[in-house]
């Protein structure tokens, strides 16, 4: 994922093996991250940008990023902010005290999900035995970021390269959608 708009920021996860390693397709489990939800009004974003180090995305499906920090835009005025795990108190205070009076709400839900590494030639095809999205890189470029369902499972997709995906799911759901995600991807590789 070295030519991912977030490579400096989602990571495999050092300690976990790979879930799949195929020739044209591998699942890998992405380091934990520090996740806030951001929702203010539109008053606020440049300031929240300025204290959080990224400019907060105005068009919807779109994300920001810059060093170690990725905003994505999750709806009208609600963004997840991605920062380094060790840096929660940190930016929850830049934060917080970039945005003085704003009334905005700012919740750490970095327990909340995990995220996988899905990439290859074959990602695409993978992502759509779940989703009905149009993944091709003109419907969906580098950057874009979605919610929708995988399946019976509410996911965040976000598309960090060509043929890479981070595919985010809460904690309680990660077991069923990666376990679908490879159990596919095993269907593909016998055929």
């Known amino acids: ?14 300690g976990a093996s790979p879930l799949l390693n195929q020739n044209d397709l591998s699942i890998l489990k992405a380091s934990p991250l520090t ?6 009004r539109e008053t606020a974003l440049n300031d929240a940008g300025t204290a959080f180090g990224v400019p907060l995305p ?11 920090r990725a905003a994505l835009w999750m709806g009208p005025d609600e963004w997840t902010l991605l920062a380094p795990e060790d840096e929660l108190q940190s930016v929850f205070e830049q934060m917080e005290s970039g945005l003085g009076a704003h ?21 695409v095809w993978l992502l759509n035995t779940g989703i009905f999205i149009d993944f091709s890189l003109e419907a969906f470029p580098v950057g874009t970021v979605a919610r929708t369902v995988f399946h019976k499972s509410p996911v965040m997709v976000w598309r960090v390269a060509e043929e890479t995906f981070v595919v985010e799911a809460w ?17 593909l590789e016998a055929a």
């Open 58 to 68: 105005v068009k919807p499906l779109s994300s920001e990023t810059g060093d170690k």
């Open 1 to 14: 994922m070295s030519d991912g708009l977030a490579s400096d920021l989602i990571t495999p996860d050092a």
């Open 103 to 123: 009334p905005h709400a700012l919740v750490d839900i970095s327990e909340r999900s995990d995220a996988i590494i899905l990439s290859g030639k074959k990602a």
């Open 171 to 187: 904690v309680s759901f990660m077991d069923y959608v990666s376990g679908l995600l490879v159990q596919s991807a095993q269907e």
């Open 35 to 40: 996740r806030l939800s951001f929702r203010a």
